[in-house]
């Protein structure tokens, strides 16, 4: 007999349930020497450039937030000191807890397309050096993220993966589950960041002499206002400064 809408429901949510708890054990069931890591992309922001000059009006510069919620051993990491350490084993040893603890480490960049190509751009030359810096002994990382076709789902990131242990000298498993599911985590972690910079841009109010808390990340916010520019139709030349 054909299946019903019950049936289906059942099915998808009896699986949905199992890759849940999936993800919960695998978050504080790993050995030592190994992190678990669930990222993903933010949707593009855009800083927009104040005290500009007329030229450049309603200039604004797009960016793009890579979030990555990493899980790690307190005992592996070398960042923290030994009395840092002793205190995180204590605090979880009273809460019956693994000595597992969640660091959120979030890439600014004006690179907007998110494609294999930056996936592995901010894993090899960003993440990764991070983490072997933190914990020296790494030799193995647990990724879960969604399954967009042009970010994760991909033959060029698989072909990546297989080869991680020769560039890097690590191992990877990489769970990529459905489009949009799977990446919780680092959805609100990238949600409040983009939030920060936008804050930070909205409430700048710096000269273009002086940077101020100005978003410094992207050159050319603040290349552009320190070059002068011809006033009217002569060919005298002067930046924002001079011209108050």
């Excluded at 990491?77 to 603890?101: C, G, K, Q, T």
């Excluded at 789902?153 to 991680?164: E, N, P, Q, V």
């Excluded at 990529?176 to 985590?185: M, N, P, Q, Y």
Aim: charge should be neutral; proline fraction near 4%; include cysteine.
């Amino acid at each position: 007999p054909r299946c019903g809408w019950f049936q289906q429901f059942c099915e998808h949510h009896n699986l949905s349930r199992y890759m849940d708890d999936q993800k919960k054990h695998k978050r504080r069931k790993f050995l030592q020497g190994c992190v678990h890591v669930v990222e993903d992309f933010s949707e593009n922001g855009s800083i927009t450039v104040k005290l500009e000059h007329q030229t450049r009006y309603y200039e604004t510069h797009s960016y793009t937030l890579v979030g990555c919620v990493v899980d790690s051993h307190v005992e592996d990491r070398v960042d923290l000191s030994d009395e840092e350490r002793a205190a995180l084993i204590a605090l979880l040893d009273a809460n019956n807890l693994p000595h597992i603890i969640t660091d959120t480490h979030i890439m600014l960049s004006e690179g907007t397309v998110h494609d294999p190509a930056a996936v592995m751009h901010f894993n090899g030359k960003v993440l990764i050096p991070k983490l072997k810096e933190m914990i020296p002994t790494l030799k193995h990382m647990h990724l879960t993220t969604d399954g967009a076709p042009t970010q994760f789902m991909h033959k060029d990131l698989y072909f990546w993966i297989s080869r991680c242990k020769r560039l890097y000298g690590i191992t990877m498993d990489w769970v990529i589950g459905a489009a949009a599911h799977s990446k919780d985590l680092s959805d609100s972690e990238c949600g409040g960041a983009k939030h920060s910079v936008d804050t930070k841009n909205v409430e700048h109010s710096a000269s273009d002499e002086v940077r101020g808390d100005r978003i410094s990340t992207v050159p050319e916010v603040i290349a552009h206002l320190r070059t002068p520019y011809p006033v009217g139709y002569g060919t005298t030349k002067k930046t924002m400064k001079q011209k108050k």
